[in-house]
């Protein structure tokens, strides 16, 4: 929002997670497709603005005095800054940091070969590597993703799946197994490559 708007309204704010944001959904809209036009250009843009630290003010500061974490969690997705951010304070407040991992962006290969998207994969991966040396433990989504990381990084590991309570609606005597019905709500992006395995 504020890089469609860089001079409305004070830098950040305190949220309370209670409060009706009704009347911001069209503005993140907007962004999100403006940032879809050239992706390597958005995210070398918004780690630039995240690295000037203008929105670490004193009510940011006051904010962490006041809350003062015992631990931070960190559920990042393909931006440099989270990792950069997270790091930085694990370090400053002596505090441990923990990421859980359910995607692998670092490890996915090189999809283009345009300078922006190498110099914005460059940036990623520099700042993923070193929250990986800084992180006491790394959660991971399933156990081929934790096999994968695991070959490059030496950070604690472990799996940890999700568990439902949800019953099923047929019995067994219903369900034909001859013919399985399959439904996948998810993405299914070129960068993501979750095609293959789910033909598979």
């Given amino acids: ?22 009347g911001e959904k069209n503005t993140v809209t907007k962004e999100v497709k403006v940032s879809k ?10 780690n630039i603005l995240w690295s000037t630290g203008v929105w670490k003010n004193k009510k940011f500061k006051d904010w962490v005095k006041e809350f ?4 931070i969690l960190l559920q990042p997705g393909d931006f ?16 441990p940091l923990v990421i859980y991992q359910s995607e692998s962006y670092y490890l996915k290969p090189y999809i283009k070969k345009s300078p922006d998207y190498l110099l914005y994969r460059y940036n990623f991966k520099k700042n993923f590597e070193k929250a990986m040396r800084r992180a006491s433990l790394c959660i991971y989504l399933c156990d081929a993703l934790e ?10 590991s472990i799996t940890i799946y999700k568990s439902s309570n949800l019953e099923p609606k047929i019995s067994s005597k219903e369900f034909d197994k001859r013919k ?21």
């Fill in 37 to 46: 036009k050239n992706r390597a250009v958005g995210q070398l843009l918004r």
């Fill in 1 to 22: 929002m504020k890089l469609l708007h860089p001079f409305s309204g004070e830098l950040g704010r305190k949220v309370d997670i209670l409060q009706d944001v009704k």
């Fill in 80 to 95: 440099a800054y989270p990792y950069k951010i997270a790091t930085k304070l694990s370090k400053k407040l002596n505090i």
């Fill in 68 to 71: 003062s974490p015992d631990i």
């Fill in 180 to 200: 399985p019905k399959f439904i996948y709500g998810g993405n299914l992006g070129e960068a993501v490559g979750r095609c293959e395995p789910l033909v598979d």
């Fill in 147 to 156: 096999n994968d990381h695991n070959k490059f990084f030496n950070t604690p």
